[in-house]
């Protein structure tokens, strides 16, 4: 008798298990996003994203960011976007990032918003991406293997939104 209740108890937690799944769209990742995840549940610190180089504020690793972006016709992009905006309407804009240790980073965001990384007048190809419809917390996470001690520019463009939660973390593949 114990076993089939065991069993009944096994069934039910697996069912509902998989109903908070098809419930949670950020749940359909493939990738381990639960250190993203977590980060998103937390107050983001709010910057002003740069329109040009000089005036991009510098972030850190592992902290949630609220960017106030800029009509993207204002930013002044070290390299062209990857990705040209969606509509004329769209924001934009530039912060500074230097990583301690060489490796691939993920950048994380609650929209799709467009983003390159870029060295020295040069963009870095990402090493991957997804993305989730419905989710947000978050809704994109692109991979770049990126160098130590250099710094680099992170360029938000084609954002339908005036402001972009971001984070960016080290992945769990480390390096490529």
């Known amino acids: 008798m114990r076993q089939v209740v065991l069993a009944a108890a096994f069934l039910a ?3 509902a298990a998989k109903l908070a799944h098809a419930d949670d769209p950020c749940a359909a990742f493939t990738w381990d996003v639960r250190h993203e995840r977590s980060l998103f549940s937390q107050r983001p610190q709010s910057l002003a994203a740069g329109q040009t180089l000089p005036t991009a504020p510098a972030i850190v690793i592992e902290r949630l960011y609220q960017l106030e972006l800029q009509a993207q016709t204002e930013v002044a992009f070290p390299a062209i976007p990857g990705k040209p905006p969606k509509s004329a309407g769209a924001y934009a804009g530039l912060v500074k990032l230097t990583v301690d240790a060489p490796g691939v980073y993920r ?5 799709p918003v467009w983003v390159d990384v870029v060295q020295n007048g040069t963009t870095i190809a990402a090493d991957g991406f997804q993305g989730r419809k419905g989710c947000s917390a978050p809704h994109k996470i692109v991979e770049f293997l990126l160098p130590a001690g250099i710094p680099l520019t992170l360029q ?4 339908n939104a005036a402001v972009v939660k971001t984070t960016v973390t080290r992945s769990p593949r480390a390096t490529s």
């Open 13 to 15: 937690f697996t069912i």
């Open 107 to 111: 950048i994380s965001l609650d929209q």
């Open 156 to 159: 938000f463009s084609g954002s």
